[in-house]
Each structure stands twice: as C-alpha cells, then as structure tokens.
C-alpha cells in the first residue's frame, strides 16, 4: 500500500525501511537529512506528500511541546496545527496525543487516528528496549558492578517486572516496591525482595542503584535525604517523573532521566515493534 511517513526519529527511519522491505510504497517528509534514506522517495511538499497515501504515519510520540512535530532528520518546522488541518481523510498512526493536541483536530476532516503508544502490545514491547537502556545507563555510569549491587525497582508494571528479571539475571540483588498487596505477592513469587509504599523509607539507605518507572513524584524530599550519597538514580518515567530532581541536585545526589530509551537504545528493534503493532491492527 501506499503510505507517507513524516517526520520522527530514528525508528521512522528504521521503519521506513522495513515498510518499502515488505513491499509498500513510502513517500517521505521531513526526513530528507537521514544518510540511510538517500535514494527514497523524498516529497519537497507535505500537502502532495499527504495526498499520496491513505495511511499517515509521524513521530512516535507526536510533539514534545504540543506545537512542533517531532522531527530530527530536518531543518523544516512541522506545525502541530498546520498539520491536522491540511490533512484530511486519512488514518493516521502517531503517539501520545495530548488534550492540548486534540484541539487542532478538526472533526470534519474525518481523520482516524490512532495513538499507537496507548497500543498494550506496543506497551509491553517497548518496556524490552527501555529496560535494556536502564541498565546500559547503570553500567555507564557507576563504578561498581550491577552483580552483587543492591537494585531498587519503584513501581511493579510493564517495565519494573522486565527490569527486575533482567537484573536478577545479571546478579543484582532485588529489591521492588510497589503500593497493592497483589503485585507485593508477585513480587514475592518471582523471589525478589519485596517492599510496600508505605515502608520505602526504611529501606532508602541501602541502595546502589534505583530505578523509578512511577509517573509522579515519589523520591520527594522526605524520601530523597534518606538516599546515600553514592546511589545513582535512574528515571525511567515520563513527565513529571518520579524524582524531585532540582532537591536530588541539592543534596549532591547523582541522577539520570532517561526518556524514550527505546529509540535511543534499539530503534530498528523499536521499529519492529512498531511495525509488527500496526500491521495487527490490520494495516
């Protein structure tokens, strides 16, 4: 089928060649900058870039700011707005589409779009390459070894069972909190070591490394000064994170935020995934 990529990162590079590898025709806009697409079908126009396919796809998430479109492989600005409004008819596969983006969609275009992100396959998958990064992460930028290391995982969802197993596979010694009695249980089952909300204070002291995967604010200040010194932090979670980063700073704490790991980490296997999630939802 015919279908028109714009803009991304490098897992829209990665899929565009996976899209022309299993027959498609893919026109390009604002990726014209990637040395690995030299050769594809660039459109100097976004209107006649739309205009040749059915299926859009763009920037998986869509805009860091609600205005511009995520575009690494361009000098041209993508406008959130303009965007919605010149296209019309079309499915479009994106991801986190915010309130504030929702807005600029026209209901009399008759768009389907699909937040791929909010895809639970998707969901899962990605939680693969962000836990691969994590520990990448880890390893960079400690002097110890994870093996040996006492690891603290903050929240048991996708991505805190897939960090655990991986660290437990490396030696690490585990440690995971979350706030139900069932996913303590779980814990438990997989034979880490469990600990509820409502005791993490008595356990901060203890840690070389912990990885936050909760979207709020749970290291606060109460939590932060209990840290020692010599633990890295990683954030795993996407804004606002869980980490009160401005008082970690304070206390001479060392910390990461690591967002979007998965196409930084792995963006052909990234895009495989991506790939594998919309040709089931029957592209």
């Not at 996708?158 to 779980?186: F, H, N, P, T």
Request: with cysteine; charged share 25%.
């Amino acid at each position: 089928m015919n279908i028109s990529v714009i803009g991304g990162d490098s897992r829209l590079v990665e899929l565009v060649k996976i899209l022309e590898k299993n027959k498609n025709t893919v026109f390009l806009y604002g990726l014209e900058k990637n040395e690995k697409l030299v050769g594809f079908n660039h459109v100097e126009n976004i209107e006649d870039c739309l205009e040749k396919s059915n299926l859009v796809i763009t920037s998986i998430p869509l805009s860091k700011d609600g205005k511009i479109i995520n575009s690494v492989f361009t000098d041209k600005i993508i406008f959130v707005k303009d965007f919605f409004e010149k296209i019309k008819n079309k499915k479009i596969v994106t991801g986190n589409i915010t309130d504030e983006i929702k807005q600029y969609i026209k209901k009399e275009n008759n768009n389907e779009i699909i937040d791929i992100l909010k895809q639970e396959e998707l969901t899962i998958l990605n939680a693969i390459p962000t836990a691969e990064g994590a520990i990448q992460i880890a390893m960079e930028k400690s002097q110890i070894t994870l093996h040996g290391s006492k690891c603290l995982v903050l929240g048991f969802g996708r991505i805190g069972k897939i960090l655990a197993k991986m660290l437990s596979g490396i030696g690490a010694k585990v440690y995971c909190e979350a706030r139900k009695q069932q996913d303590i249980a779980w814990i438990k089952s997989y034979g880490y070591n469990a600990i509820h909300i409502n005791e993490l204070k008595e356990y901060l002291n203890e840690f070389d490394f912990i990885f936050n995967t909760i979207p709020h604010v749970i290291l606060d200040k109460d939590n932060l000064y209990k840290i020692k010194k010599n633990c890295l932090l990683i954030d795993l979670a996407s804004k606002p994170g869980g980490i009160d980063f401005e008082y970690a700073n304070k206390l001479g704490l060392q910390t990461e935020w690591a967002l979007a790991l998965p196409g930084k980490v792995a963006p052909r296997t990234a895009a495989e995934y991506i790939y594998g999630t919309i040709r089931n939802l029957s592209y």
